[in-house]
């Protein structure tokens, strides 16, 4: 497949196409964060850089066959401004937007944070199309609630609005205790990492307001760890050292920015029953 990635971060998107088995002929990468560059040049070296999505229209490309992205979340994030739509960041949606209308493939996959319902309504009637919620933890030992807006295997509801017939992925039962190096926890699933984890100015007033992703230490309780970055990896569901060619913090942002890889993979594999829009 030629598959255009938007906003593709580390390249989780690509990631999943090859856990899949599914020949990637070309694989065009938009993003502008040069430390997830290093990261997808270095496990991908046939990537194809683009660059700002803002410039989409001096791209010179082939005809990509599917278009995946999650566009920035801070405006709908429950956690943050809730600035919705009129965040800049949040703003870039309507430039994924118009390049799937431009290039009109046979799929697209959007995804982002739950928001308020104005907002999701919004994105819904924009795509022509209802979202599937799919929690990570059902895949992975974190609690991370995501839309997907996407025409793979389409259809109608009762009310006649178009949504994805995507099954919920079987629970693999994967808990905290069963990802960590060493210590234990007090909780089965993590609290989804976010770009935020792992500031070390913020890291003690984080850990003071949340308990959620502590690990403690195996002969004290009073001592506790914040997540390595290898074991939010696994949370992640990406290959070990996938992320090691930059520093701890950038691979922390990147993480928390990414996709869970089996949650996309359960999404693509219904490919072979879609219906195109």
């Not at 390595?228 to 942002?253: A, D, F, M, W």
Request: proline share 4%; with cysteine.
């Amino acid at each position: 497949m030629k598959i255009l990635s938007l906003f593709d971060g580390m390249s989780c998107g690509r990631i999943a196409f090859d856990r899949l088995n599914i020949p990637v002929e070309k694989y065009y990468s938009s993003e502008i964060d040069k430390y997830s560059q290093i990261v997808s040049q270095a496990n991908y070296p046939d990537i194809i850089p683009l660059g700002d999505i803002t410039k989409w229209r001096e791209w010179d490309i082939e005809q990509p066959d599917i278009i995946i992205g999650g566009s920035p979340c801070q405006g709908f994030s429950f956690a943050g401004k809730r600035l919705n739509l009129e965040d800049e960041r949040s703003k870039l949606f309507f430039e994924f937007r118009d390049i799937v209308r431009h290039y009109k493939p046979k799929y697209f996959l959007l995804e982002n944070v739950r928001m308020d319902e104005e907002s999701e309504n919004v994105i819904s009637r924009e795509m022509g199309i209802q979202p599937v919620l799919i929690n990570s933890a059902l895949v992975s030992a974190q609690n991370r609630q995501r839309l997907y807006w996407t025409n793979i295997n389409a259809g109608s509801d009762l009310f006649g609005f178009l949504k994805p017939e995507i099954s919920q992925p079987i629970d693999k039962e994967v808990y905290l205790e069963n990802i960590i190096e060493c210590g234990y926890v007090d909780r089965k699933k993590s609290y989804c990492i976010d770009a935020n984890y792992g500031k070390g100015g913020n890291l003690k007033r984080y850990f003071k307001r949340s308990s959620r992703q502590l690990v403690f230490d195996n002969s004290d309780c009073k001592k506790y760890r914040m997540l390595k970055p290898g074991e939010c990896e696994i949370l992640q569901n990406v290959p070990k050292n996938y992320t090691n060619h930059v520093s701890n913090s950038q691979r922390y942002k990147m993480l928390g920015n990414g996709w869970t890889v089996d949650v996309i993979c359960h999404i693509l594999k219904h490919m072979d029953n879609s219906n195109e829009i």
